[in-house]
């Protein structure tokens, strides 16, 4: 295998979808290419900010249209910024922004990321505070 095609293997396109008017990641119709069409044109990684993975049912976080048709294409999912928000007590701001209705306490940062690990499946989570994931990948044993 030539070094570009390995490198190319690796590399993450990191999505900046969310500056579309009208995009959303619950609805495939905004998008510029479906999962299935970035994974045809040799794309095997994502990375969505947080939010654009999640969104809820009722009062519960669940992955979004977007996250399960990447993880449906065969994409690997790294996504950003876990911790970038401050105190959540008041909606959690951007990055929370699909979860903001419940987002009132900072305990809603260990909600999103076992959604993250566990319902998503991401590969790795960017995080401006490390001992947050660190913590979790510990006492989940990942």
């Not at 390995?6 to 290419?33: C, H, K, R």
């Not at 969104?55 to 399960?68: H, Q």
Request: charged share 15%.
């Amino acid at each position: 295998m030539k070094t570009n095609q390995i490198f190319g293997a690796q590399a993450v396109y990191l999505m900046d979808e969310y500056n579309i008017d009208g995009y959303s990641p619950m609805d495939a119709s905004t998008w510029p290419n479906t999962m299935q069409e970035l994974a045809e044109m040799g794309v095997n990684y994502i990375a969505p900010p947080t939010w654009m993975l999640v969104t809820l049912d009722g009062d519960t976080i669940v992955p979004s249209l977007l996250a399960k048709e990447a993880k449906a294409a065969g994409l690997g999912i790294i996504t950003w910024t876990l911790e970038r928000s401050g105190p959540l007590k008041t909606g959690g701001g951007w990055y929370y922004q699909s979860i903001s209705d419940i987002t009132d306490n900072d305990g809603v940062t260990y909600e999103l990321l076992h959604v993250l690990a566990q319902d998503v499946g991401v590969e790795g989570v960017f995080s401006d505070w490390p001992a947050t994931v660190t913590y979790y990948a510990n006492c989940m044993g990942l």
